[in-house]
T-cell receptor, first 115, second 113 residues
Framework: AQKITQTQPGMFVQEKEAVTLDCTYDTSDQSYGLFWYKQPSSGEMIFLIYQGSYDEQNATEGRYSLNFQKARKSANLVISASQLGDSAMYFCAMRIIQGAQKLVFGQGTRLTINP | SQTIHQWPATLVQPVGSPLSLECTVEGTSNPNLYWYRQAAGRGLQLLFYSVGIGQISSEVPQNLSASRPQDRQFILSSKKLLLSDSGFYLC????????????FGPGTRLTVT
């Protein structure tokens, strides 16, 4: 069965520093997708970045990059130059290919950016 | 552009009362639709998904049911709420051309008392 593990329940980072949020996954599928979502205190889920299992290069979206290490089954999110508005819950998720593209989520990491 | 609506935003219901949460999507056709629940301090758990009108798949046995009466409408229901049904309910949609992205609604915070 597919599983996502986020081992950092909370992280505190100084503004403007880079931060890495850890995510490991478990699947026997050869084709899968990995996502990161941000959930501010308002509750909405905001899509940040996507990495396909066959993508040879790490995905990047502005200040977000995904450090994809397939052999280690890890998909860490790196946020460069953190900002106060980055404070939120962050969820790693994996796409199950069968059916309606279901997502399996990790438990999340609460990131707090200190001024 | 596509938008997704959920209502109500918050709801307080007594144990044993019925429930109906509604989700509608605008600006896209034939979306896949999803209901997730997030318990306090936890990740999201997929409850139901639908690939078309009247087509509902349930992920976990529970006290809830879902229906899709129209292409862009997804309803989450219960006949009798339990305390354990409390949580944050999120509706989401995706389309085949961008299957790697699910777009979430603003959510409904349900408290069962």
């Amino acid at each position: 069965a597919q599983k996502i593990t986020q081992t950092q329940p909370g992280m505190f980072v100084q503004e403007k520093e880079a931060v890495t949020l850890d995510c490991t996954y478990d699947t026997s599928d050869q084709s899968y997708g990995l996502f990161w979502y941000k959930q501010p205190s308002s509750g909405e889920m905001i899509f940040l970045i996507y990495q396909g299992s066959y993508d040879e290069q790490n995905a990047t979206e502005g200040r977000y990059s995904l450090n994809f290490q397939k052999a280690r089954k890890s998909a860490n999110l790196v946020i460069s130059a953190s900002q106060l508005g980055d404070s939120a819950m962050y969820f790693c998720a994996m796409r199950i290919i069968q059916g309606a593209q279901k997502l399996v989520f990790g438990q999340g990491t609460r990131l707090t950016i200190n001024p | 552009s596509q938008t997704i609506h959920q209502w109500p935003a918050t709801l307080v219901q007594p144990v044993g009362s019925p429930l109906s949460l509604e989700c509608t999507v605008e600006g896209t056709s034939n979306p896949n639709l999803y209901w997730y629940r997030q318990a306090a301090g936890r990740g999201l758990q997929l409850l139901f998904y639908s690939v078309g009108i009247g087509q509902i798949s349930s992920e976990v046995p529970q006290n809830l049911s879902a229906s899709r009466p129209q292409d862009r409408q997804f309803i989450l229901s219960s006949k009798k709420l339990l305390l354990s049904d409390s949580g944050f309910y999120l509706c989401a949609w995706s389309v085949l051309r961008t299957p790697w992205e699910q777009y979430f609604g603003p959510g409904t915070r349900l408290t069962v008392t």
